[in-house]
């Protein structure tokens, strides 16, 4: 009995230690999950953002945006996500203005495969960080996970890093997912849909 309770514990450890680091119990705070977690943001503009097959989804309107109700400074963001191959979405972080929310007023780890300019497509931070590795997210589930301590910040879409950047614009603020239109006649995108959202301040 002595014995097989000890093999019993052995495994139980062995299970834990092969945890991913993301997994609840290891500091981080999961804000969406499934079609739960909508009460911890704020929808800002004009996007259809509703729970539906197991995420939050986005796929009308004149472009939105759900804000987090708390800012970060340096944290960790995992990210599951669903775009259609012509959405246009992104990652708002350290938000600067939340009333004035752009890719200008934030740091914006992009999801825009048909991205006119591929310089800032679908992995790079708009504005500021090239994509390093170009990753198409369009018709699948993908993970970001997005880093940002102090002035760095880093972009890794799929275990692939497709941007990182030095930079000390905005030092802290709230996050954004958006739903966007798209240029240059401001047409509906495609479908963004988030089953995960995990952050883990640093």
Known sequence: ????LGIAA????????????????????????GE?????????????WRAEDGAIVADKGKGGFLLSKDSYRDFQLRIEFWAA???????????????????????EA??????????????GIVHRG???QPVKAGGQWNVYELTARGSKM???LNGTKTAEIDNVEFPSGPFALQYGTL??????GGAIRFRKVQIRPL
Request: glycine share 8%.
């Open 110 to 123: 992009n999801i825009f495969d048909q991205r006119p300019d591929q310089t800032y497509a679908t992995g």
């Open 154 to 156: 880093t972009v890794v």
């Open 36 to 48: 739960k977690g909508m009460d911890n943001f704020s929808p800002v503009g004009d996007a259809n």
């Open 130 to 132: 090239k994509v390093l």
């Open 1 to 4: 009995m002595k014995r097989s």
């Open 85 to 107: 191959h012509n959405a246009n979405s992104g990652i708002y972080m350290r938000c600067s203005e939340p009333k004035n929310l752009t890719d200008k007023t934030c740091y």
């Open 183 to 188: 240029p240059p006649k401001g047409e509906p």
């Open 10 to 33: 052995g495994l139980l450890l062995a299970a834990c230690s092969s945890m991913p680091a993301w997994m609840p119990g290891s500091g981080w705070t999961t804000l969406i999950d």
